[in-house]
């Protein structure tokens, strides 16, 4: 009989990795410190949709980016070739390496690399050319149609903005995308294949027909006239998801290349699972048996014990099917010590940023540890009796987070577990 859980190598023979930058471009704030402080201070990013007429949709909410200007970050010109999902991936990827204070130059360009995730990509581009063939003629397309659209220009832009020319890809694993970018950087560095990553995820889905079709699949929340509100994870009243759009973006680098140039370090990247329930294309399996085993993979990854986490940042998306079966998971990888670790989910105040959500999720959660303070669950107002942990509602609680994870799961059965730890010299 083989083991159902792999063995892994040696942790002593495997590199360190550390985080040393982030940037974050968020429906709650542009900057990293503007979504930090919005997370612990528990600020709703939720409203009514702005950037197009929601008026013949049933769903009209959305936790939009508010605010970003791109000029900032690129020329006019260059902007107007990106879509909006590039175009967060960039920005937040410059703060990030501002950040790091990391200096990419022909000494060290080809050992830094990118690897940023998104699970749609141009939506919005599709949508506006398709309108440009229908109305106009295909002649009137646009010749930057196809680079514009496709998911790995976030990574590739990214690179060209940014000078690194060490391995580059992109994730596209639906809601696990960011997460999956974030792990797959980690492995690039234990490999050797780099000495740093900018790595993360990115979305800008909230369109027209992004929000039709995810409503139409009853995956939304309907609470139009409450927004603020909409977004319920754990909650018995929560009635589906609220999309987000923005960009999360960590930089990652091999111990002692972060130390040869003096980079200040947040924290340590320990652990990464990664399984699939391959159960059924939308619907998680029951009991959670998938996301158990990615959390323990990526705990015996870590080389922790499930009483060595203090914090859990959840996939908790706010919709019927997965929130309890998150829990399930939970207590399936981590039992007893289930009922001891802080849980939360930060798409209360964001939204849901399908495969950037990951990239802000591993923000947060490093956060928490550099600065050991969870933020809460906001709107958790009665606990459906299936979600019995400590979801930390409301309010954001002081805490010595020690260790961490960050859950990610997405269509098709991705589950995405990332391990974080305060850094110990």
Same mark, same amino acid.
């Given at each position: 009989?083989t083991n159902?859980v792999?063995?892994?190598? #040696?942790?002593?023979q495997? %590199?360190?990795?550390v985080?040393?930058?982030m *940037?974050a471009?968020?429906?709650?704030g542009?900057?990293?410190?503007e979504?930090w402080?919005?997370l612990?201070s528990?600020r709703? *990013?939720i409203?009514l949709i702005?950037a197009?007429?929601p008026?013949?949709?049933d769903?009209r909410?959305?936790?939009?980016v508010k605010g970003? #200007?791109?000029h900032?970050f690129?020329?006019?010109?260059? @902007?107007?070739?990106?879509?909006?999902?590039?175009?967060?991936a960039?920005?937040?990827?410059?703060?990030?390496?501002?950040?790091? $204070?990391?200096?990419?130059d022909d000494?060290n360009?080809e050992q830094v690399?990118?690897l940023?995730?998104?699970g749609?990509?141009?939506?919005?581009?599709?949508? #506006? $050319? $398709?309108e440009?063939?229908?109305?106009?003629?295909?002649d009137?397309c646009?010749?930057f149609?196809?680079p514009?659209m496709?998911?790995?220009m976030?990574?590739g832009?990214?690179a060209?903005h940014?000078g +690194?020319k060490?391995?580059?890809?992109?994730s596209?694993t639906?809601?696990a995308?960011g997460?999956?970018?974030?792990?797959?950087?980690?492995?690039l560095?234990?490999?050797g294949?780099?000495?740093a990553?900018?790595?993360?995820?990115?979305?800008?889905?909230?369109?027209?027909l992004?929000?039709?079709g995810?409503?139409s699949?009853?995956?939304? =929340?309907?609470?139009? !006239? !409450?927004?603020?509100h909409?977004?319920r994870?754990?909650d018995k /009243?929560? /009635?589906g998801?609220?999309?987000g759009?923005?960009?999360?973006i960590?930089?990652?680098e091999?111990?002692?290349f972060?130390?040869?140039?003096? @980079?200040?370090?947040?924290g340590?990247?320990?652990g990464y699972?990664m399984?699939c329930?391959a159960?059924?294309?939308? =619907?998680?399996?029951?009991?959670?048996?998938?996301?158990a085993?990615?959390i323990?993979?990526?705990l015996k990854?870590?080389g922790?014990?499930? =009483?060595d986490i203090s914090?859990?940042?959840?996939?908790g998306?706010?919709?019927p099917?997965? /929130?309890?079966?998150?829990t399930?998971?939970?207590k399936?990888a981590?039992?007893e010590?289930a009922y001891?670790v +802080?849980v939360? =989910?930060t798409?209360?105040?964001?939204?849901h940023?399908?495969?950037?959500?990951g990239?802000?999720?591993?923000v947060a959660?490093?956060m928490a540890?550099?600065?050991?303070?969870? %933020?809460?669950?906001?709107?958790?107002v009665?606990?459906?009796?299936?979600?019995d942990?400590?979801y930390?509602?409301?309010?954001?609680r002081q805490?010595?987070?020690?260790? +961490?994870l960050s859950?990610?799961?997405g269509?098709g059965?991705?589950?995405v577990?990332?391990?974080?730890?305060?850094f110990?010299?």
């Open positions: 009989m159902s792999r063995q892994v190598p #040696d942790l002593s495997r %590199p360190r990795v985080v040393t930058g *940037g471009i968020t429906p709650i542009n900057t990293l410190s979504y402080e919005g612990i528990g709703n *990013g409203g702005t197009f007429d008026g013949k949709h769903c909410i959305a936790g939009e970003f #200007d791109p900032k690129m020329e006019k010109k260059e @902007a107007k070739r990106m879509d909006r999902f590039a175009q967060f960039v920005a937040a990827s410059k703060m990030a390496i501002a950040d790091a $204070q990391l200096v990419i000494l360009a690399g990118v940023i995730g998104t749609i990509g141009g939506l919005k581009v599709l949508e #506006d $050319q $398709q440009i063939y229908l109305n106009r003629g295909p009137r646009s010749p149609m196809i514009m496709i998911a790995n976030a990574a832009l990214t060209i940014s +690194a060490g391995p580059n890809s992109c596209v639906a809601c995308a997460s999956n970018a974030v792990g797959d950087a980690f492995r560095i234990q490999g294949y780099a000495k990553m900018i790595c993360g995820g990115t979305e800008a889905a909230v369109t027209p992004g929000v039709a995810f409503a699949a009853k995956a939304l =929340s309907f609470r139009n !006239d !409450d927004p603020t909409a977004c994870p754990f /009243d929560r /009635d998801f609220v999309m759009e923005g960009a999360g960590l930089i990652l091999e111990l002692e972060a130390r040869s140039r003096g @980079a200040r370090i947040y340590e990247i320990v699972g399984t329930d159960y059924h294309i939308t =619907s998680p399996v029951p009991g959670g048996l998938g996301a085993r990615a323990s993979l990526c990854d870590a922790l014990l499930p =009483s914090y859990i940042n959840a996939h998306t706010s919709t099917a997965n /929130d309890p079966t998150e399930a998971a939970i399936k981590m039992g010590e001891q +802080a939360s =989910s798409k209360s105040m964001t939204g940023l399908l495969g950037g959500s990239g802000i999720e591993a959660t490093v540890i550099a600065h050991d303070i969870i %933020p809460p669950t906001i709107n958790l009665e606990p459906d009796p299936e979600c942990l400590d930390v509602p409301n309010t954001s805490l010595v987070v020690n260790a +961490a859950n990610s799961f269509f059965g991705h589950n577990t990332l391990a974080f730890k305060k110990v010299a």
